[in-house]
């Protein structure tokens, strides 16, 4: 496996909002790229990272040394585009390996105009953001570090930006994968309908509910309960999605109007969203839970399960409310990854059960969650 010829690149920089500067060469498309410095510590699955809204305005950092080693193939974006301002890695290949690849890393990064830095010293980097902190900073290549920093402090700063508003569709559409039949029931009745509230969700989480026998619908964020509720769902869930949930005031009053009418999942965002609902506040992590490997201990179950994290908020349970539980903690910082509300059909997770990339030993919670909502015909036809 080669890497990416470096003697044909430009000399690029990495410039941090504090003055750490790291040198690498230029791969991806020309021009600058802005935004904050994070890291995800998967072993693969750069595709699917690269287009999760959920790293919208943020230069995403491969802590695993060689990315595009297996290229890019047409089914593994997870959203309408690759939602990373910009791609930081040690190396990058020029011959990847795989039946299904039909591109390099590199040529997909320059087709959609996404500028990375190759090259980088990217432990350096990392040790750098954990005690740090993550920050701003900028790719460049025609730039000296004085001039990337004046340029990056005009920049607005991550935190004050509702990023949900780029990434949620504008139109409710329904979602179809021409590789996935919907099994309709034996009996003639429709299929179970769920409605997902779009703030930024990932294709797999509609592929899942889909597998499990339910038509899709993908509403835009600001949709009122009244609207989703009159799609006549079966249930709702509350999607991932980028940035800060305190910015979310109209999801929260959207949610409001949910619980009690319908059963309800909320994921990573949507979790927070909830969380806040509930009485619970939310703060910003010093790094992020952002990688394959994170252990999450169930409270109800006793059981670990390594989950894919992809988050820079978490909430505070401190204040919930007293009929809500804390079901599900991380192992490493006890940070709190799950919430079950002890008498609505209501449950969140902080991570992503639909995984890609990463483990699937949470997918079964998408059973759980058309359990519930297979079981709510009570609630549904009381409306």
Same mark, same amino acid.
């Given at each position: 496996?080669?890497?990416?010829?470096?003697?044909? /690149?430009?000399?690029?920089?990495?410039?941090?909002?504090?003055?750490?500067?790291?040198?690498?060469?230029? @791969?991806? *498309?020309?021009?600058?790229?802005?935004?904050?410095?994070?890291?995800?510590?998967?072993?693969?699955?750069?595709?699917?990272?690269?287009?999760?809204?959920?790293?919208?305005?943020?230069?995403?950092?491969?802590?695993?040394?060689?990315?595009?080693?297996?290229?890019?193939?047409?089914?593994?974006?997870?959203?309408?585009?690759?939602?990373?301002?910009?791609? #930081?890695?040690?190396?990058?290949?020029?011959?990847?390996?795989?039946?299904?690849?039909?591109?390099?890393?590199?040529?997909?990064?320059?087709?959609?105009?996404?500028?990375?830095?190759?090259?980088?010293?990217?432990?350096?980097?990392?040790?750098?953001?954990?005690?740090?902190?993550?920050?701003?900073?900028?790719?460049?290549?025609?730039?000296?570090?004085?001039?990337?920093?004046?340029?990056?402090? /005009?920049?607005?700063?991550?935190?004050?930006?509702?990023?949900?508003?780029?990434?949620?569709?504008?139109?409710?559409?329904?979602?179809?994968?021409?590789?996935?039949?919907?099994?309709?029931?034996?009996?003639?009745?429709?299929?179970?309908?769920?409605?997902?509230?779009?703030?930024?969700?990932?294709?797999?989480?509609?592929?899942?509910?889909?597998?499990?026998?339910?038509?899709?619908?993908?509403?835009?964020?600001?949709?009122? *309960?009244?609207?989703?509720?009159?799609? $006549?769902?079966?249930? #709702?869930?509350?999607?991932?999605?980028?940035?800060?949930?305190?910015?979310?005031?109209?999801? @929260?009053?959207?949610?409001?109007?949910?619980?009690?009418?319908?059963?309800?999942?909320?994921?990573?965002?949507?979790?927070?969203?909830?969380?806040?609902?509930?009485?619970?506040?939310?703060?910003?992590?010093?790094?992020?839970? /952002?990688?394959?490997?994170?252990?999450?201990?169930?409270?109800?179950?006793?059981? #670990?399960?390594?989950?894919?994290?992809?988050?820079?908020?978490?909430?505070?349970?401190?204040?919930?409310?007293?009929? @809500?539980?804390?079901?599900?903690?991380?192992?490493?910082?006890?940070?709190?990854?799950?919430?079950?509300?002890?008498?609505?059909?209501?449950?969140?997770?902080?991570?992503?059960?639909?995984?890609?990339?990463?483990?699937?030993?949470?997918?079964?919670?998408?059973?759980?969650?058309?359990?519930?909502?297979?079981?709510?015909?009570?609630?549904?036809?009381? $409306?």
């Amino acid at each position: 496996m080669s890497p990416l010829s470096t003697t044909s /690149r430009p000399r690029a920089l990495l410039v941090l909002a504090d003055g750490r500067a790291f040198e690498g060469v230029g @791969v991806g *498309a020309d021009g600058h790229a802005t935004g904050e410095v994070v890291f995800n510590t998967s072993m693969s699955g750069y595709q699917e990272a690269l287009t999760d809204p959920s790293y919208r305005g943020q230069i995403l950092t491969a802590t695993f040394p060689l990315q595009g080693n297996y290229g890019v193939d047409e089914f593994s974006d997870e959203s309408r585009e690759v939602q990373v301002r910009g791609f #930081v890695v040690r190396e990058m290949t020029d011959l990847p390996s795989h039946w299904r690849s039909r591109s390099t890393l590199h040529q997909y990064l320059s087709e959609r105009g996404i500028p990375a830095i190759a090259e980088v010293d990217t432990r350096a980097l990392t040790r750098h953001l954990r005690s740090r902190g993550v920050v701003m900073g900028t790719i460049t290549r025609d730039e000296t570090v004085e001039e990337a920093l004046a340029r990056l402090r /005009r920049a607005p700063d991550y935190a004050g930006i509702d990023y949900v508003a780029e990434v949620s569709t504008n139109e409710p559409y329904q979602f179809r994968d021409p590789r996935i039949a919907l099994d309709l029931p034996e009996d003639g009745s429709p299929p179970l309908h769920i409605v997902v509230l779009d703030l930024g969700v990932k294709r797999n989480i509609m592929r899942l509910l889909r597998q499990r026998g339910a038509a899709v619908t993908a509403v835009p964020h600001n949709t009122t *309960a009244e609207d989703i509720l009159s799609l $006549r769902p079966d249930g #709702v869930l509350l999607s991932p999605g980028p940035g800060d949930p305190m910015l979310l005031d109209h999801v @929260v009053q959207t949610a409001r109007g949910l619980i009690g009418r319908a059963p309800v999942m909320g994921i990573c965002l949507g979790h927070q969203v909830i969380g806040r609902l509930l009485g619970a506040d939310s703060y910003k992590l010093k790094f992020g839970h /952002r990688g394959a490997n994170h252990p999450v201990r169930d409270e109800i179950a006793g059981r #670990v399960y390594i989950t894919a994290q992809n988050h820079g908020f978490a909430v505070d349970g401190d204040r919930l409310a007293s009929d @809500v539980l804390v079901s599900q903690v991380h192992l490493n910082d006890g940070t709190v990854e799950g919430l079950q509300h002890r008498t609505e059909p209501v449950f969140t997770i902080q991570y992503h059960a639909e995984a890609s990339p990463g483990p699937n030993d949470t997918e079964f919670l998408f059973d759980r969650f058309m359990s519930s909502v297979r079981s709510g015909d009570a609630v549904r036809h009381a $409306r």
